[in-house]
């Protein structure tokens, strides 16, 4: 997670291209100044976090709380703290390689093929939404198609095309705050079409000199509920984190 915090919408907004559009006003910004904005805004060596879910299901509302290490866009290590029932459940990926640790059964899984589709702790998250990491400028066309206003906000709207069939999502369309260079909404489709997530990203925050979304709501269109809540409560950039804890031995630790 390479100076990003593991979430598939702020990895998706790191790694744009922008193709512009000849009808947009002049002073649209190319797209490689925009990468070099958000880059330079929200990437940091390492990142450690501690972070709640509120999942929203048609059963009522749990809290999932959790510490994460990640360290460039290939290593992530997290452990569940809360509720007891997931407390001592731990992650560990590794470039495209993610296993789970369950204290209950004392085993280790590894995640691969279809089951990467399935929610995480109840989540509106997927598997393949944490494991996706690879620059979105090698598999999407973008376009920059207008402007709109979101939350008081000025922000530039982007719509992407898959170019390879490997990607978990067909399109998407971006929202992307013009002046702090930070994704407000995201909308992300099938090949069909058909609407499959929404995500909002809200309290933004200066950060040791980063604007950062602390805040980030999630909603599965295909899932009844009113979706998951990914709250920053600490987060810490370019702290040193020890080796080890990038290991397969840290999971039963």
Same mark, same amino acid.
């Given at each position: 997670?390479?100076?990003?915090?593991?979430?598939?919408?702020?990895?998706?907004?790191?790694?744009?291209?922008?193709?512009?559009?000849?009808?947009?006003?002049?002073?649209?910004?190319?797209?490689?100044?925009?990468?070099?904005?958000?880059?330079?805004?929200?990437?940091?060596?390492?990142?450690?976090?501690?972070?709640?879910?509120?999942?929203?299901?048609?059963?009522?509302?749990?809290?999932?709380?959790?510490?994460?290490?990640?360290?460039?866009?290939?290593?992530?290590?997290?452990?569940?703290?809360?509720?007891?029932?997931?407390?001592?459940?731990?992650?560990?990926?590794?470039?495209?390689?993610?296993?789970?640790?369950?204290?209950?059964?004392?085993?280790?899984?590894?995640?691969?093929?279809?089951?990467?589709?399935?929610?995480?702790?109840?989540?509106?998250?997927?598997?393949?939404?944490?494991?996706?990491?690879?620059?979105?400028?090698?598999?999407?066309?973008?376009?920059?198609?207008?402007?709109?206003?979101?939350?008081?906000?000025?922000? #530039?709207?982007?719509?992407?095309?898959?170019?390879?069939?490997?990607?978990?999502?067909?399109?998407?369309?971006?929202?992307?705050?013009?002046?702090? #260079?930070?994704?407000?909404?995201?909308?992300?489709?099938?090949?069909?079409?058909?609407?499959?997530?929404?995500?909002?990203?809200?309290?933004?925050?200066?950060?040791?000199?980063? #604007?950062?979304?602390?805040?980030?709501?999630?909603?599965?269109?295909?899932?009844?509920?009113?979706?998951?809540?990914?709250?920053?409560?600490?987060?810490?950039?370019?702290?040193?984190?020890?080796?080890?804890?990038?290991?397969?031995?840290?999971?039963?630790?």
């Amino acid at each position: 997670m390479n100076r990003k915090l593991k979430i598939p919408a702020i990895i998706f907004l790191l790694n744009l291209v922008w193709c512009i559009p000849s009808d947009l006003p002049a002073q649209t910004p190319a797209g490689d100044e925009i990468l070099e904005q958000i880059d330079r805004n929200m990437s940091s060596k390492t990142q450690i976090l501690t972070s709640k879910m509120v999942i929203h299901s048609r059963r009522g509302s749990r809290t999932v709380v959790s510490r994460s290490w990640s360290e460039g866009e290939a290593k992530t290590f997290s452990e569940y703290l809360s509720p007891a029932r997931e407390k001592g459940t731990k992650m560990l990926k590794l470039e495209d390689k993610l296993w789970i640790y369950s204290p209950s059964a004392d085993r280790i899984i590894r995640i691969s093929g279809h089951m990467l589709r399935q929610s995480v702790m109840g989540s509106d998250l997927s598997y393949e939404d944490m494991m996706e990491d690879s620059r979105l400028r090698d598999k999407y066309e973008a376009t920059v198609t207008t402007s709109e206003v979101i939350d008081g906000r000025d922000c #530039w709207i982007v719509e992407l095309k898959a170019t390879t069939d490997d990607v978990a999502y067909y399109e998407m369309k971006l929202w992307v705050d013009r002046e702090r #260079w930070v994704p407000l909404k995201e909308e992300l489709f099938a090949k069909s079409g058909k609407l499959l997530k929404k995500l909002e990203l809200k309290d933004v925050t200066n950060i040791d000199g980063k #604007w950062f979304p602390k805040k980030m709501i999630f909603k599965d269109m295909l899932k009844k509920g009113k979706g998951t809540e990914f709250i920053i409560e600490e987060i810490e950039f370019d702290s040193e984190i020890p080796s080890h804890i990038f290991s397969k031995a840290s999971l039963r630790k």
